[in-house]
């Protein structure tokens, strides 16, 4: 066919056209994914080394933030607190005597006048047997019943209503006040995977908030399913982590049965206007009051210094004549000289890391025994 039999024939080159410009649109396309893939890799590299985070590790950082209180045996609703531990309970490894406390050994019945001690998960001890707690470990360290009322997931505002509710039982002559850092987060939420009590600041007054109803979402539906699959596979990323937790919390950490919900209010205030109402029922009562900081292990490795928000609360705890025990600057210590030592402090999979071991309990009971005189 001559040239101008082919000017009058286009039909003969249509379909070469389409699929040249279908394959032109396909590989914008692919050049657009990679370039944006490109983009935040290179954000998240950023992000790491400013943060002083691993290059070569890639945990599911949502999820090591996130609270799964449903489906725990040892776990039940409470009107005020929001859930605590059953009372009484036996689960392997797990052992709760009246009050929800955990049993340090074989003890069968809470010793009052001990020393009490209120915290989150890290005061519990997730993930390590009983005797394998701080709680037991300091007992064993200093002779004395410790007694172990820690709530897993609870933030500081749940663990300062805890104490004040177990100090006219208990009366203990030592309150030991477990905090981990992330619990002052935990303190801005109305709902941080179950309904939660808060508290807003009103004219310098704090007031308290019940716990709500949960009303459950659903994750029913192709999009709703594939934006959750999305979300996994984006919580490798420590600074889409940091972004997200912080402007989308209740996409970010919620599910079907779990909600986080931000309350109104500025968790470090909140915080230590608690401390402060704390102080004043512990001196009422003659007893003494320690304030333990603790930490998950990439706030250990990110920085030099405590995260901004601990790092205020114990300087309010201070001015109130709280006894501080901070466990950041000993562990920091261990970093500085190995990196992978935290491997051995921190329950982990090799990626993760989550609560404190065995070892890393009994470092955090060495530091409370030689404020208590061991």
Request: with cysteine; proline share 6%.
């Given at each position: 066919?001559?040239?101008?039999?082919?000017?009058?024939?286009?039909?003969?080159?249509?379909?070469?056209?389409?699929?040249?410009?279908?394959?032109?649109?396909?590989?914008?396309?692919?050049?657009?994914?990679?370039?944006?893939?490109?983009?935040?890799?290179?954000?998240?590299?950023?992000?790491?080394?400013?943060?002083?985070?691993?290059?070569?590790?890639?945990?599911?950082?949502?999820i090591d933030n996130t609270v799964i209180l449903n489906g725990r045996d040892v776990i039940v609703p409470d009107?005020?607190?929001?859930?605590?531990?059953?009372?009484?309970?036996?689960?392997?490894?797990?052992?709760?005597?009246?009050?929800?406390?955990?049993?340090?050994?074989?003890?069968?019945?809470?010793?009052?006048?001990?020393?009490?001690?209120?915290?989150?998960?890290?005061?519990?001890?997730?993930?390590?047997?009983?005797?394998?707690?701080?709680?037991?470990?300091?007992?064993?360290?200093?002779?004395?019943?410790?007694?172990?009322?820690?709530?897993?997931?609870?933030?500081?505002?749940?663990?300062?209503?805890?104490?004040?509710?177990?100090?006219?039982?208990?009366?203990?002559?030592?309150?030991?006040?477990?905090?981990?850092?992330?619990?002052?987060?935990?303190?801005?939420?109305?709902?941080?995977?179950?309904?939660?009590?808060?508290?807003?600041?009103?004219?310098?007054?704090?007031?308290?908030?019940?716990?709500?109803?949960?009303?459950?979402?659903?994750?029913?539906?192709?999009?709703?399913?594939?934006?959750?699959?999305?979300?996994?596979?984006?919580?490798?990323?420590?600074?889409?982590?940091?972004?997200?937790?912080?402007?989308?919390?209740?996409?970010?950490?919620?599910?079907?049965?779990?909600?986080?919900?931000?309350?109104?209010?500025?968790?470090?205030?909140?915080?230590?206007?608690?401390?402060?109402?704390?102080?004043?029922?512990?001196?009422?009562?003659?007893?003494?009051?320690?304030?333990?900081?603790?930490?998950?292990?990439?706030?250990?490795?990110?920085?030099?210094?405590?995260?901004?928000?601990?790092?205020?609360?114990?300087?309010?705890?201070?001015?109130?004549?709280?006894?501080?025990?901070?466990?950041?600057?000993?562990?920091?210590?261990?970093?500085?000289?190995?990196?992978?030592?935290?491997?051995?402090?921190?329950?982990?999979?090799?990626?993760?890391?989550?609560?404190?071991?065995?070892?890393?309990?009994?470092?955090?009971?060495?530091?409370?025994?030689?404020?208590?005189?061991?």
């Amino acid at each position: 066919m001559d040239d101008a039999n082919r000017s009058q024939n286009p039909r003969t080159e249509a379909p070469v056209g389409r699929a040249a410009k279908r394959g032109l649109r396909w590989a914008n396309a692919a050049l657009a994914l990679l370039s944006a893939a490109l983009s935040v890799l290179a954000i998240e590299i950023g992000y790491r080394v400013a943060f002083g985070l691993p290059l070569s590790e890639w945990p599911n950082w949502r999820i090591d933030n996130t609270v799964i209180l449903n489906g725990r045996d040892v776990i039940v609703p409470d009107p005020h607190l929001g859930w605590k531990l059953k009372p009484n309970n036996s689960s392997p490894g797990h052992h709760t005597l009246e009050h929800g406390i955990r049993r340090n050994s074989a003890e069968t019945a809470v010793r009052p006048g001990a020393i009490l001690a209120v915290g989150d998960s890290f005061t519990e001890g997730w993930e390590v047997e009983d005797e394998e707690t701080w709680p037991a470990h300091l007992e064993k360290r200093i002779g004395k019943p410790v007694l172990n009322a820690g709530v897993g997931g609870y933030g500081t505002d749940q663990i300062v209503l805890r104490a004040e509710q177990l100090l006219p039982v208990l009366k203990p002559k030592t309150l030991i006040v477990g905090f981990l850092e992330f619990d002052i987060h935990r303190t801005n939420h109305t709902h941080f995977g179950s309904p939660k009590p808060y508290f807003t600041v009103e004219n310098d007054v704090l007031k308290q908030h019940p716990p709500a109803l949960l009303t459950p979402r659903s994750e029913r539906g192709f999009l709703v399913a594939a934006s959750y699959g999305i979300r996994d596979a984006l919580g490798h990323l420590a600074s889409i982590d940091f972004l997200l937790s912080r402007v989308a919390p209740d996409f970010w950490y919620g599910s079907e049965r779990r909600e986080y919900r931000k309350a109104p209010n500025d968790p470090v205030r909140v915080t230590c206007l608690l401390l402060e109402r704390l102080k004043k029922q512990v001196d009422a009562a003659g007893a003494r009051m320690i304030l333990f900081m603790q930490y998950y292990a990439n706030a250990i490795m990110a920085d030099d210094d405590p995260p901004a928000p601990a790092d205020r609360v114990v300087t309010c705890a201070e001015a109130l004549g709280i006894e501080i025990v901070d466990q950041f600057a000993s562990l920091r210590a261990l970093v500085a000289a190995d990196r992978g030592v935290l491997r051995a402090y921190y329950m982990t999979d090799g990626k993760n890391y989550s609560h404190m071991s065995g070892k890393g309990n009994e470092h955090a009971a060495g530091l409370l025994a030689k404020v208590l005189g061991e």
